[in-house]
């Protein structure tokens, strides 16, 4: 007899582990399956190489699944303001916290970090079963509203509903038939961690050099994790150089706005691309995060997208099952496609346009993009609202995130 679950989870990353802690203690049974092999964080001094920026939406649904205080006693950093200016120019924006009335903009968190407090969550929730080291390889209809899903090990079991959080190259979503659309940028970022000579003031700093932007995202005391996005062949450049050169590089490339420069990470790069699907859900199948949306990471806004997409079809989830309907049924799920897909396109694009504006060779444009930046420094009620944009509290929210303490 194959086990039986409500819902099955491929994918323990961020979002994936996060949509099965939004589950957690719930009358919902929950598989969770990674393909990576897990072991908890062991922290050190050294910083994981990949961050993210988290939202206030975020931290909000973190609060609610209970992993925030784990992530606060493990390792975050506020940023209260963001700094962004154009090379050439120097058109700058600046924001500003407490412009609106808040503490902070948002935190800047290791990966890591957040991935383990999330699976520590998950692995004390009696009714989650977590597997990592597992492939899915196939799955097809049982009964009415069930699916039969394989694993590569040869394990087998039985689902509501199967849910594919496994990232930009989805298995799930091959096997559904889900096609994607979308186009790889002529950018890597390189990402690492460096010291800076002067304190980063909690702000998030940004530079649009020629080729692409430069992100100095501040950890704890003069520590920044960097991403620097580039043409692949400058990235690959950057990679090859001897650390005192590249710390003279980036260095300059930062205009010395913190001082020099150090480097105590390695470096690692990563293709940028754009990619997105036309079908979020299909009968017994729904796409999250980064297999349903992959986006510039300019806005720091790619996690954020998929930690939204978790608490909403959390939300829509336990409604079903409240309600006595089947939360892997069609009309069910086209409740979260219609509550996701049309805000995720519209931020995926807004950044594309983003993106190509700010390295376009064009004077015209150059000159529109640089004066649009000084007439919205000058606009305080247009910077307030893209501060709420940007820390996810606008539009219709989920549960979590809605009625989440306040802090």
Request: contains cysteine.
């Amino acid at each position: 007899m194959q086990k039986k679950y409500d819902i099955a989870i491929i994918g323990g990353g961020m979002v994936g582990a996060a949509m099965a802690a939004s589950l957690a203690d719930t009358a919902v049974d929950v598989l969770l399956v990674d393909a990576g092999e897990y072991s908890p964080v062991a922290l050190t001094q050294d910083y994981d190489i990949r961050v993210s920026a988290i939202t206030i939406a975020s931290q909000r649904f973190l609060q609610s699944v209970g992993v925030w205080d784990q992530i606060q006693q493990s390792r975050s950093a506020v940023f209260r303001q963001m700094h962004v200016w154009e090379q050439h120019s120097g058109a700058a924006i600046h924001f500003d916290a407490a412009e609106i009335g808040a503490e902070m903009l948002g935190h800047i968190i290791e990966n890591r970090v957040i991935q383990d407090a999330l699976l520590n969550k998950v692995q004390q929730a009696a009714n989650i079963e977590f597997v990592d080291n597992t492939r899915i390889e196939s799955f097809q209809s049982s009964t009415a509203n069930r699916l039969d899903i394989r694993f590569a090990n040869g394990k087998a079991c039985n689902s509501g509903l199967l849910i594919g959080a496994d990232g930009s190259r989805s298995m799930v979503r091959s096997l559904a038939g889900i096609a994607t659309h979308g186009w790889k940028y002529d950018q890597n970022a390189l990402v690492a961690t460096v010291s800076t000579e002067q304190s980063h003031q909690q702000t998030a700093w940004q530079c649009f050099l020629e080729d692409g932007p430069l992100a100095f995202l501040p950890l704890r005391d003069n520590v920044c994790s960097i991403v620097w996005s580039t043409r692949p062949e400058h990235a690959h450049e950057l990679m090859q150089l001897p650390q005192e050169q590249f710390e003279a590089r980036l260095t300059e490339a930062f205009e010395h706005r913190l001082g020099q420069v150090k480097l105590c990470s390695e470096r690692g790069v990563f293709p940028l691309q754009l990619q997105y699907v036309d079908q979020y859900v299909k009968p017994g199948v729904a796409l999250i995060g980064d297999a349903a949306h992959s986006i510039h990471p300019l806005a720091g806004q790619g996690v954020n997208l998929g930690l939204l997409d978790a608490a909403c079809l959390a939300d829509v989830i336990l409604d079903a099952i409240a309600r006595h309907k089947a939360p892997g049924s069609y009309a069910q799920l086209r409740r979260y496609e219609r509550w996701r897909k049309g805000d995720n396109l519209g931020m995926m694009f807004m950044m594309d346009a983003f993106k190509r504006l700010f390295t376009t060779r064009s004077k015209p444009l150059q000159f529109v993009r640089n004066s649009g930046i000084r007439m919205t420094d000058a606009l305080d009620p247009l910077k307030a609202v893209i501060m709420q944009s940007a820390a996810g509290m606008r539009g219709e929210l989920p549960s979590m995130i809605r009625d989440a303490k306040r802090f």
